[in-house]
């Protein structure tokens, strides 16, 4: 599939940071309604671990010169499946999101021989707004995997905790204590294996993904008479909307329906609240087995928005 006449493209350095970045927040304000993406994850997006902007990346740059697409595969943990994504301006570079998405799928079948497999899964959002690019989608063969929603709710009228259940505490994780990071690990890895998408990481892969972070107080402990069973990892992904993002939130399969999710939440619903921000909110996969909707209810947050995920298995490449 070609591009529109006059339209060219070329791949991304780190001083395309900046035109990149006007890309996103423009892509990301028609999809979503704010921008959602700094300079900071375009560069770390740039430099992440299995990937290589001189193969793995494209920008589009219309007839003057301007930036105005980027597309990439992203793969953090180098196992598992791809995901693709394409950022255009609206209007007319919306054209170019076709060409751009073939190009990425030629990308990954490359890839998918690479690591001597004979295809890889690879996997697109949609948000609402975005019925043109799930059109793109289904016309080279994606088909609907699953869908996402957001929640959220105000800290304005936070309540004051309630008691916790009998035999549980909280507390945040143990930065300087690694049997302590290693049993947080164990508990998410362990929490989510009942769930469709799982990929375990190895602890020392996902220790290194997480690097040095200064919110730990945010990362919390749940223990039941003294044994940690759940996990709530924060994330500062909406930190620029004045919000507190829960990443994840694993109980053991055992102490579940016992309220130590909810405590979990509460808790850090306070936090947040402490560090002025006026928000909370988190991601839900509608195909997790646990049925969370009704535990996040319960603690006051409310859905605001979808986002579909499409899904296609592209063939290793010279298969």
């Known amino acids: 599939m070609t591009l529109p006449a006059g339209w060219t493209t070329r791949r991304p350095t780190l001083d395309d940071v900046p035109a990149i970045l006007a ?59 791809e995901f693709v994504e394409v950022h255009v301006y609206p209007g007319s570079a919306a054209a170019l999101r076709a060409p751009l998405l073939a190009r990425q799928l030629d990308r990954v079948a490359e890839r998918a021989a690479e690591r001597g497999l004979p295809a890889l899964t690879v996997r697109c959002a949609v948000f609402a707004p975005e019925r043109n690019w799930e059109r793109d989608l289904r016309a080279v063969g994606f088909s609907l995997a699953k869908r996402y929603v957001r929640m959220r709710r105000t800290l304005a009228d936070l309540p004051v905790e309630p008691p916790l259940p009998p035999g549980v505490t909280i507390r945040p994780v143990r930065p300087d204590d690694e049997t302590d990071l290693r049993e947080f690990h164990r508990i998410h890895d362990t929490a989510f294996r009942d769930t469709p998408d799982h990929e375990p990481v190895s602890y020392e892969r996902w220790r290194a993904r997480i690097g040095d972070l200064t919110a730990w107080d945010e990362w919390l402990v749940a223990e039941v008479d003294g044994v940690p069973v759940g996990a709530l990892q924060s994330s500062d992904q909406a930190l620029d909307q004045q919000q507190g993002w829960v990443k994840s939130l694993s109980v053991l399969p055992a102490y579940r329906r016992r309220g130590v999710g909810a405590a979990l939440l509460r808790r850090a619903f306070a936090r947040y609240a402490e560090k002025g921000r006026a928000a909370a909110g988190l991601g839900v996969d509608l195909t997790n087995p646990t049925m969370p909707l009704s535990l996040y209810r319960s603690v006051g947050l409310r859905e605001t928005r979808w986002i579909d995920m499409y899904e296609l298995s592209v063939p290793a490449a010279g298969v």
Do not use: K, M, Q
């Open 23 to 81: 890309v996103v927040h423009a892509a990301d304000t028609f999809a979503i309604g704010h921008p959602d993406f700094d300079a900071e994850d375009v560069a770390a997006s740039l430099t992440a671990p299995f990937f290589d902007p001189t193969r793995d990346s494209w920008l589009a740059v219309d007839p003057d010169g301007t930036v105005v697409g980027w597309a990439t595969v992203d793969n953090p943990t180098g196992v598992g499946r």
